[in-house]
């Protein structure tokens, strides 16, 4: 028996999601986001089945999640669009990597280090990362004497959408196709334009996903919808985490379990011993909240879930109530509901979040086995 909780990822899953997606937006080019350690799904081995599944981009946040690709085998186009101050660019030409640029300075920088082609971020009202409407016009003069020079290619334009409404998205839509046209004007012309992420792609239609579509949390399997689960979309969620239980203990009515006896027995009971805990990214606040699957059931976690450790309850040894447990069973905190397990949805609902922070946080030391 391992001790061990275990994350399973359906590779046959993300590829099934990939073929799904590329449908839906076709025909945009489909780019898969595997930042945050593949919404922590594991960035190489995810990247690699994406790879597989026919999509033509990948996307990550900064050049050390890029690089960790590329040294995992990965050979798609890599886009990475946050970096830190003074970043030379030099690891972007040795590695393959394609940067977006946010500034004047990181343009220069990827022209001084011979980056071949870089796309321009631009910020149309997220205010986070990309150059705002007042740094346009020096950054396109820029780029288009660099593109002329031969020096470097603008491959592409891309902005992100903050989904506060259709109508501010349709500002920010606006406002980045206004830029494709100022660049247009200077004999710029990149091929990418992107914008949407999945809610945007799968809501806005054509005209909203322009070239490209960056799908982070659709092609794991989850809604980026509250009112539509990932079977509506046609996708299927690609990983389960699972637990052994390492310990069966019968308390009776009254008693408490866990630091500051947050929940007593109400009556005579049995408690399963999980190891998994905050330290493995469950979030604390799950505690008294949140159920698993074990035994067929669906059983409460009881008590506060600890650093390591958690205890669900699985009532009596015998009557209705009674979870047939044996140790080393498996507990599903979430999967696949059509397998019936508790989703990552359930425990983002049960958590007030949303299921990107329920993967994203999960711990990197966690084993994944990719079936
Ligand atoms: C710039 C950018 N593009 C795309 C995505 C993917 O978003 P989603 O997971 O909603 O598809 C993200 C994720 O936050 C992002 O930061």
Redesign the pocket.
Same mark, same amino acid.
């Given at each position: 028996m391992t001790r061990e909780a275990r994350l399973t990822i359906d590779t046959g899953a993300l590829r099934h999601n990939v073929a799904i997606l590329r449908e839906a937006v076709a025909p945009a080019a489909v780019?898969a #986001?595997v930042?945050a350690n593949a919404?922590g799904h594991g960035a190489v081995d995810a990247a690699l089945a994406f790879e597989e599944g026919g999509v033509d981009w990948l996307?990550v #946040?900064d050049l050390d999640e890029a690089v960790a690709l590329r040294r995992g085998g990965v050979s798609l186009p890599v886009l990475s669009?946050l970096h830190a101050p003074g970043e030379t660019f030099e690891r972007a030409v040795r590695f393959e990597i394609t940067p977006a640029v946010s500034d004047l300075a990181q343009l220069e920088a990827c022209a001084a280090a011979g980056v071949p082609a870089v796309h321009l971020?631009l910020d149309t009202g997220l205010s986070r990362n990309g150059a705002v409407e007042s740094e346009w016009e020096a950054l396109f003069d820029r780029a288009a004497i660099l593109e002329q020079s031969g020096l470097l290619r603008v491959e592409g334009v891309?902005s992100?959408l903050s989904?506060t409404s259709p109508q501010e998205d349709g500002h920010q839509l606006a406002s980045l196709v206004s830029a494709v046209g100022s660049l247009g004007e200077r004999g710029v012309n990149p091929p990418l334009q992107?914008l949407? $992420?999945?809610? /945007? /792609?799968l809501s806005y239609g054509v005209a909203g996903r322009l070239t490209l #579509?960056?799908?982070?949390? $659709?092609?794991?399997g989850l809604s980026?919808f509250p009112d539509r689960t990932p079977e509506d979309l046609g996708i299927r969620p690609a990983l389960t985490l699972s637990v052994p239980v390492i310990g069966v203990k019968a308390i009776p009515a009254g008693e408490g379990t866990s630091y500051g006896y947050t929940w007593r027995a109400p009556r005579d009971t049995r408690l399963a011993l999980l190891p998994i805990g905050y330290a493995d990214g469950i979030e604390r606040i799950a505690s008294n909240r949140a159920s698993v699957l074990l035994g067929g059931r669906l059983c409460p976690v009881v008590g506060r879930i600890a650093m390591n450790a958690m205890t669900v309850d699985i009532g009596p040894d015998r009557g209705a109530d009674s979870v047939a447990v044996s140790l080393g069973d498996e507990a599903v905190l979430f999967g696949d509901a059509a397998a019936g397990h508790p989703t990552a949805a359930d425990w983002a609902e049960a958590t007030g979040t949303i299921a990107?922070e329920v993967v994203a946080r999960l711990s990197h030391r966690l084993p994944r086995r990719y079936t």
């Open positions: 780019m #986001v930042k919404y996307g #946040v669009w971020c891309m992100h989904n992107h949407a $992420a999945s809610a /945007a /792609a #579509v960056r799908f982070g949390l $659709a092609l794991y980026p990107y």
